[in-house]
T-cell receptor
Framework: EPEVTQTPSHQVTQMGQEVILRCVPISNHLYFYWYRQILGQKVEFLVSFYNNEISEKSEIFDDQFSVERPDGSNFTLKIRSTKLEDSAMYFC????????????FGPGTRLTVT | QKEVEQNSGPLSVPEGAIASLNCTYSDRGSQSFFWYRQYSGKSPELIMFIYSNGDKEDGRFTAQLNKASQYVSLLIRDSQPSDSATYLCAGGGSSNTGKLIFGQGTTLQVKP
């Protein structure tokens, strides 16, 4: 069964460094998302992406964040200058047909900022 | 602020019993509702979704939606120890971007 994949599974970085989290959505899916979950807290929406552009972003998704679909398969989240409070699990999700459809989540990348 | 609220639990049920998980939402524009299961340290796994008022059954799971009361529930019949996890309720569709708003999750413990 097709699934969303994410790399790396765990990323440790120093404060102020740039990180890129990578995702490969399910191949025939058209809508892509990033969420994050700080330990012990809710899953929070960061950004949605459709037709090669951001369709919605949350207040969390400030100028330090960017997303890109550099080719036909990858979907990336970049954090330019990481802060301690960026430490969280980052989940990529995708959905097939429209924004009401069920979203399937990848296994996540645990980001630790030291 | 659009919210999805769940009782964090833990909800403890004996093996074989029915577990009932509940969720309320504040955004009347929400059109789609999802139940995800999340094991500790893992990602959310979709188990049910519902768009229309009423009940939707899939195996041991039944989702119920009442839009007038802004209430969603998940029933798990014949609960198994492997069902022990955190169950996340999420609402979506009020914007046309697919953004999901999650509740904080209810921890379910099924005791053998």
């Amino acid at each position: 069964e097709p699934e969303v994949t994410q790399t790396p599974s765990h990323q440790v970085t120093q404060m102020g460094q740039e990180v890129i989290l990578r995702c490969v959505p399910i191949s025939n899916h058209l809508y892509f998302y990033w969420y994050r979950q700080i330990l012990g807290q809710k899953v929070e929406f960061l950004v949605s992406f459709y037709n090669n552009e951001i369709s919605e972003k949350s207040e969390i998704f400030d100028d330090q964040f960017s997303v890109e679909r550099p080719d036909g398969s990858n979907f990336t989240l970049k954090i330019r200058s990481t802060k301690l409070e960026d430490s969280a699990m980052y989940f990529c999700a995708s959905t097939k047909t429209n924004s009401l459809s069920e979203q399937y989540f990848g296994p996540g990348t645990r980001l630790t900022v030291t | 602020q659009k919210e999805v609220e769940q009782n964090s639990g833990p909800l403890s049920v004996p093996e074989g019993a029915i577990a009932s998980l509940n969720c309320t939402y504040s955004d009347r524009g929400s059109q789609s509702f999802f139940w995800y299961r999340q094991y500790s340290g893992k990602s959310p796994e979709l188990i049910m979704f519902i768009y229309s008022n009423g009940d939707k059954e899939d195996g041991r799971f039944t989702a119920q939606l009442n839009k007038a009361s802004q209430y969603v529930s998940l029933l798990i019949r014949d609960s198994q120890p492997s069902d022990s996890a955190t169950y996340l309720c999420a609402g979506g569709g009020s914007s046309n971007t697919g953004k999901l708003i999650f509740g904080q999750g209810t921890t379910l413990q099924v005791k053998p």
